[in-house]
């Protein structure tokens, strides 16, 4: 075992089954204690055996409706034309929930008696049992309320009361503990330095595990010290029923997780054939089972959903919770690699009449991908993956109503687009602008092929110096799209505060020393730097990390606030972003192309009105770099 750094990759089905055996056969209890719990306190909670009514409910037949109780009998031949009178103690009033008197069997509403002085006049005749609640309609008493295994929702407690409960057996909240390490982990509210983060895993992990119903603590971190970790498990597992170790699950210098398992109880899994999340384990120590799961945020929340969930699920007698699912077109092709699951998160949002599936970023440090994410798919080990337009199942994240309401923007990043994201959310909360940046030409392509409502655009024609129109007419030919003035933008080079280089324009690029981030082929931004660069009569070649490409303008920014790069082109709004100067090279357009038939559509509306707002135009100049005097004008 420790000649190999990981035992196998175990597809996930098999993995798990490997975890079970290792449980049962170091004595892991299977289930829960099964305590007594208020029915007050019961939601939640799975319950430990099956709940029978004690007492009908209702116990009693009663009025369900507020009005006159009668004998159903009086009222025979009443009509418009020849009502029945009944004098009082022929009736009775009574009240919604009310026991019904003796001898009457059927109730009258209140709006369909008529009186005159005590006497009750109805117009119409009842039925046996109109608007009366038999006793025992709701449940009889000796009848199965709830089954074992139910985890209990409010209806579910509020009937068991009325069906007599005072007291539940259910079983006990499952406790999750969770153990962060590393040398460079810190505590949230601490400053940190070069080289260290914040451990927001912990976090996260505890956070999932309430939400599956659990108690969950975090522990204090321990450092890369196999002897520390070590003590700490031993010290933990006996107080929990999932001991969850954050980071050192790989197989680095520094990563002791699987030996320490391996050491103190046995380990039964080192290595999953899921991506992300690949250096996952999973062992027991003593009797309490332990979950290695690795350092990454997405990784680590996709450990908890693969393995804890179904884990925790199992103690309780329950079933892991399964999010609703629906199909949806593949906005763009989708790589992934073959032997292992391939878990992507994804954006939503309906589209011509489908919905439409956009992948989100897919490192597994990528934090902000579980926060965009509206739905899950799994590219199974066998697949290499899909092409765009391709349906593909997704696992729901989000309410359908809000998918529902997504305005899908493809094509070029700005951060114009992310303000109007959160303005747009601050107006109406059902409203989300949901952005993926794939360059300008991508957004056009995605356009044509009926895969989001706008697309970014500032693609400039070397031909006829004019932006995105010519190519709306090469890409999207009698489509009918429309085309509206988003903003003027200044585009520059980003540079480091005080630009310490001296740089002064697109032809210093080319200086020994100096280190250029690019952007992706066909994003708008590449294609001006080629346009700047053949003016000059400068080739790609000379200019030092032209093939390193970002994928927006914020990550250009972050590249050379990192010191990894010495310039980038991009916007004035990102530079400021992060403190860094800017080198003026042009002021351009930036548009948004209109699917056909969108521009109308009550979707976009809240959208078209926003770019009208005095206060929206006023936040978005502030971000520097900006014009808004053309923002909303449709230019095509």
């Keep these: 075992m420790a000649d190999s750094p990981f035992i196998r990759d175990v597809p996930a089905v098999r993995a798990l089954d490997a ?55 009086d009222t025979l031949g009443a009509s418009e034309t020849t009502p029945v009178y009944l004098e009082p103690g022929a009736y009775d009033v009574v009240d919604t929930g009310d026991p019904m008197p003796g001898g009457r069997d059927a ?32 449940v009889s008493a000796t009848e199965l309320l709830l089954p074992e295994g139910h985890r209990l929702r409010a209806t579910d407690v509020a009937a068991a009361a009325a069906a007599g409960a005072t007291q539940l057996l259910v079983r006990r909240r499952p406790v999750v503990a969770i153990l962060p390490t590393g040398d460079e982990v810190r505590p949230i509210g601490e400053q940190t330095g070069a080289g260290e983060i914040i451990d927001t895993n912990s976090l996260m992990l505890a956070t999932q595990a309430r939400e599956a119903g659990c108690e969950a603590h975090c522990l204090p971190i321990e450092p890369d010290d196999p002897a520390r970790i070590g003590a700490a498990v031993s010290a933990a597992v006996s107080g929990c029923d999932l001991l969850i170790i954050v980071a050192g699950s790989s197989a680095g210098r ?34 309490t089972p332990v979950l290695g799961a690795p350092g990454y945020p997405v990784s680590a929340a996709l450990t908890f959903d693969i393995f804890a969930e179904p884990l925790l699920a199992e103690l309780e007698g329950s079933t892991p919770r399964r999010r609703p699912r629906i199909t949806a077109r593949l906005a763009r092709k989708l790589a992934s690699p073959l032997g292992m699951d391939d878990w992507v998160r994804v954006r939503l949002g309906m589209v011509g009449g489908a919905m439409v599936a956009t992948p989100l970023p897919r490192g597994a440090g990528v934090l902000t991908s579980l926060v965009r994410a509206d739905g899950l798919l799994v590219v199974p080990a066998g697949q290499e ?26 094509g070029s990043h700005d951060l114009v687009l992310d303000l109007a994201a959160s303005a747009l959310r601050a107006e109406d909360p059902l409203i989300t602008l949901a952005s993926s940046n794939v360059g300008s030409l991508g957004g056009l392509v995605a356009l044509r092929d009926g895969l989001c409502h706008i697309a970014g655009s500032h693609l400039l024609d070397p031909a006829t110096g004019e932006y995105t129109l ?139 009105a926003l770019l009208h707002s005095d206060r929206f135009q006023a936040a978005v100049t502030e971000l520097g770099g900006y014009s808004t005097k053309e923002m909303g004008r449709r230019i095509r």
């Design 254 to 287: 520094d990563d002791y997780t699987a030996r320490v398992v391996a050491e103190l109880g046995t380990l039964a899994v080192h290595g999953v054939a899921v991506r992300p999340g690949h250096p996952v384990v999973l062992g027991v120590v003593g009797s």
């Design 470 to 608: 010519p190519y709306l007419d090469r890409i999207l030919p009698g489509a009918g799209a429309c085309v509206v003035r988003l903003v003027h933008r200044d585009q520059g080079l980003i540079v480091a505060p005080g630009n310490p280089l001296g740089l002064a324009g697109i032809e210093d690029l080319t200086r020994a020393g100096v280190r250029y981030v690019n952007r992706q082929r066909g994003a708008g931004t590449r294609v001006l730097l080629d346009h700047e660069l053949g003016q000059r009569g400068i080739g790609p070649g000379a200019v030092d990390g032209y093939a390193r490409e970002e994928p927006t303008h914020l990550a250009v920014a972050a590249a050379v606030a990192a010191r990894r790069a010495d310039a980038g082109l991009g916007i004035m709004a990102a530079a400021r972003a992060f403190g860094l100067g800017f080198v003026p090279v042009t002021r351009e357009p930036y548009d948004l192309v209109v699917a056909p038939g969108a521009m109308e559509s009550p979707l976009l509306a809240p959208l078209w």
């Design 107 to 138: 109730v009258v509403m209140r709006e369909h008696v008529h009186y005159s002085g005590n006497t009750a006049e109805l117009r119409a005749a009842v039925p046996p049992y109109q608007h009366v609640r038999s006793i025992g309609e709701d």
């Design 385 to 410: 993956g899909h092409h765009p337009g391709e349906h593909v199942e997704v696992e729901l994240l989000r309410g359908i109503d809000e998918i529902f309401r997504t305005i899908v923007a493809i």
């Design 19 to 73: 975890w079970r055996s290792a449980r049962d056969a170091s004595g892991c209890p299977a289930r829960l204690p099964a305590v007594l719990a208020r029915v007050q306190d019961a939601a939640g909670l799975v319950t430990a055996e099956p709940v029978w009514a004690t007492r009908s409910s209702p116990p009693f037949d009663a009025a369900g409706m507020d009005g006159i109780a009668v004998r159903a009998a």
